[in-house]
């Protein structure tokens, strides 16, 4: 029977992850937590060109050896992504935290969903571990129908917002505005006609806020 995961989006900044492992797989998983800006400590006796680079520019630990019991003290998170099957179920028995088990999630209790990223916005899709192959599908979907235009309105609302919240006093004013250049229809414009349009169009429904 197939987990009913809890969706949550945690923030990993300045807290310690181990990464154990250090192939391919392992080297995608702490170039993710490195973006979120987690201190990670790599524990294998191999690793790639490019964790080796990380290393030597300080970004993360590597600890040159196998795994060993005790490794785990004092993380927040831990990822299991060595080929090895005894050694993944053995770092996530020892685990005594978040731990994913790359390939396994029977043996975690967390999984990492396909994620699409545009700028400050973060969609992720979970089968709850049935088909990563459909979330990567659906992945593909979802980047090909919001482009890179969506990074742009965002950053521009963020700043938006912040005058919206000083210039209109009314609360219930600032709702409606607020929903109105979020909406699907300013959504479906930044498709069809870019981000200048939209920004130029979420402008004039702020101003005629503002006026009226």
Known sequence: ???????????????????????????????????????????????????????????????????????????????????????NKKVASGAPCLVNVVDAPEFANFIVPSVVKRGLMTIAISTSGVSPAIARTVRREIEAFYGSELSKYLVFLKKLRK???????????RRRLLKEIASEKMLRLLREKGYREAKETALRLFRKTVSS
């Open 1 to 87: 029977m197939n987990a009913s995961y809890y969706p949550a989006f945690l923030n990993v900044c300045g807290k310690q992850c181990v990464v154990v492992g250090g192939g391919k797989v392992a080297e995608r998983k702490v170039l993710s937590l490195l973006s979120s800006g987690a201190k990670i400590t790599v524990i294998s006796p191999d690793i790639t060109l490019r964790l080796t680079v990380e290393r030597d520019k300080g970004n993360i630990k590597h600890i040159n050896r196998d795994y060993r019991i005790g490794d785990l003290k004092g993380a927040f998170l831990v990822i299991a992504a060595t080929s090895d099957e005894k050694t």
């Open 163 to 173: 005058q919206v919240l000083t210039d209109i006093t009314s609360s219930k004013t």
